[in-house]
Nanobody, 124 residues
């Protein structure tokens, strides 16, 4: 079983930045594709970004391209989401997730393990 501790969420003004962290424990972190998802009140959970296991290939949802950057440090068993130029519509609970397969995917159902989420609120 893979477990996560997420951190870095909070309240930020529009145009500001936050860096989310997701520290994993339990199994070999580097075998997993890692993703970030988010869920706003009254909406379905949606894909944000994903990063490959070793090659560190990346993919992003269109609304966050050019503003968010996903990265990972396999030595620290941690995946990050750097969020810049934040907008009120980025307000959500952000979840990290792990996929026990080699390919990147945006599909929520293809991820096997989930964190508990961290709240990000963008407001003036």
């Amino acid at each position: 079983q893979l477990q996560f501790v997420e951190s870095g969420g909070g309240l930020v003004q529009p145009g500001g930045s936050l860096r989310l962290s997701c520290a994993a424990s339990g199994r070999t972190f580097s075998r997993y594709v890692m993703g970030w998802f988010r869920q706003a009140p009254g909406k379905e959970r949606e894909f944000v970004a994903a990063i490959g296991r070793i090659s560190f290939s990346k993919t992003y949802a269109e609304p966050v391209k050019g503003r968010f950057t996903i990265s990972r440090d396999n030595a620290k068993n941690t995946v990050y989401l750097q969020m810049n130029s934040l907008k009120p519509e980025d307000t959500s609970i952000y979840y990290c997730a792990a996929r026990d397969a080699p390919t990147l995917t945006m599909a929520l159902a293809e991820y096997d393990y989930w964190g508990q989420g961290t709240q990000v609120t963008v407001s003036s």
